[in-house]
């Protein structure tokens, strides 16, 4: 996010992480650091601006992240650079034999064997982190997410914008997972990439908690929850390497160098524009959460993490689970609905509200479903995973929606 004070909702942040394959066999290829070379005259640097959008790398040397160079003041304006992001680079990556390949989890890698960490820059967090945790699985190093960063003007938007993002959180596995598929087999969840990142760093639990935030509202409160992970990491981190904000791992995690909060739940979709769409969608719900529109911001705050986790923990199945009716509540509905006919109702409601190309988008998705079950209805109807994956890309390449027909 820009350094320059922002009010809620007056822009967003937007990361998108892409994983670099071969494009014939689509196994993974660690060449981001050619690519950021090759676009800066042959020298190294870990970020560079590209247009609009900002690429850089991760913690591994296959992924590269794709960020906005600043802000984005619409959801449009976010779609079409991601895009002509991805075009420029998959246009790029063709002459070499590679090419970018979107979901939350690559479907085969073996990250024990495959995993090669990023040796430049911030090598030595990196490295701190592998030491501590072993980086080589699959919650380190494949995976691939979508981040929302927004934007607070003062302590009590703060406040208000944690609360709402707290209650909103539990839904995103039901709207974004994109990571059935694991070690080549078919799981019995939607997002591994979720169930992978909660037990990570289970070492020291604090660092990721619940996933679900507390309910904490200050910017004290927070501060001392971090003190906490700090306290509770330095036996295995002496020198202090991991004692900074970033060690926080929970589902959405304060960012107070740039007044914001990134939520870091949703799996990467198949394609820009589907991932702009369900932004969208989510930013929405929230500022109906911030405005109060059918709960309180002092009841917003008595909300427990258990409520919020088990919600969460229903949303991430492939059974047809109902909403229960005291989280229902909170966006005034009194039915037990399933999460989809659920988001569907949150989608009436705020329809009017998205941009044009979100309405039309999240249409067609909620016509054919989460990306997760159009995944495993694809794989379990031909058992043709590279096949799979391979349209997947095609979908990333033409920014287009996959489809089970």
């Known amino acids: 996010m820009s350094k320059k004070k922002l009010k809620l909702f007056e822009a967003v942040g937007l990361e998108l992480e892409y994983m670099i394959v071969n494009a014939e066999t689509l196994n993974i290829l660690p060449i981001v650091e050619k690519v950021l070379r090759d676009h800066n005259h042959g020298e190294l640097i870990d970020e560079l601006d590209v247009g609009p959008v900002r690429w850089s790398n991760e913690l591994v040397c296959h992924v590269l992240e794709m960020k906005g160079a600043g802000p984005f003041p619409s959801f449009s304006l976010a779609a079409n650079a991601f895009q002509s992001s991805v075009a420029h680079l998959n246009d790029y990556l063709g002459k070499t034999g590679a090419r970018l390949l979107p979901t939350g989890m690559h479907p085969w890698m073996n990250p024990l064997r495959e995993t090669v960490l990023w040796p430049h820059g911030q090598k030595e967090i990196y490295a701190q982190f592998n030491k501590v945790f072993g980086c080589q699985g699959h919650g380190w190093s494949n995976l691939q997410s979508m981040h929302i960063n927004l934007p607070y003007g003062d302590e009590e938007e703060f406040g208000r914008l944690h609360a709402a993002i707290r209650i909103l959180l539990p839904l995103i596995p039901a709207l974004c997972a994109s990571s059935p598929i694991y070690d080549g087999k078919m799981s019995d969840f939607p997002s591994n990439r979720l169930r992978f990142y909660e037990s990570n760093q289970a070492r020291v639990p604090s660092i990721a908690g619940r996933v679900i935030p507390e309910p904490v509202f200050s910017f004290q409160d927070y501060e001392n929850l971090l003190q906490k992970m700090y306290r509770d990491i330095s036996p295995f981190d002496p020198d202090g390497i991991l ?116 309405i039309s988008t999240l249409e067609q998705w909620f016509q054919q479903g989460p990306l997760a079950s159009r995944i495993r209805a694809a794989y379990l109807r031909d058992k043709d995973l590279k096949g799979l994956y391979n349209e997947l890309g095609n979908c990333l390449r033409d920014n287009r929606l996959f489809t089970v027909n």
Not at 317 to 325: C, D, G, L, Q
Request: glycine share 2%.
């Open 243 to 358: 004692q900074g904000p970033w060690l926080n791992s929970r589902g959405a995690i304060p960012k107070f160098d740039y007044d914001c909060i990134e939520i870091r739940l949703a799996d990467v979709q198949e394609c820009p524009r589907m991932d702009m769409a369900i932004a969208s969608f989510i930013v929405a719900l929230l500022k109906q959460l911030v405005n109060e529109k059918n709960i309180s911001y002092e009841d917003q705050k008595l909300v427990s993490v258990e409520l919020l986790r088990d919600v969460y923990d229903r949303a991430n199945r492939f059974t047809v689970e109902k909403i229960p009716s005291n989280y229902a509540a909170f966006y005034a509905s009194n039915n037990q609905d399933s999460f989809a006919q659920f988001l569907h109702g949150r989608f009436q409601d705020v329809k009017k509200d998205l941009p044009d190309f979100a």
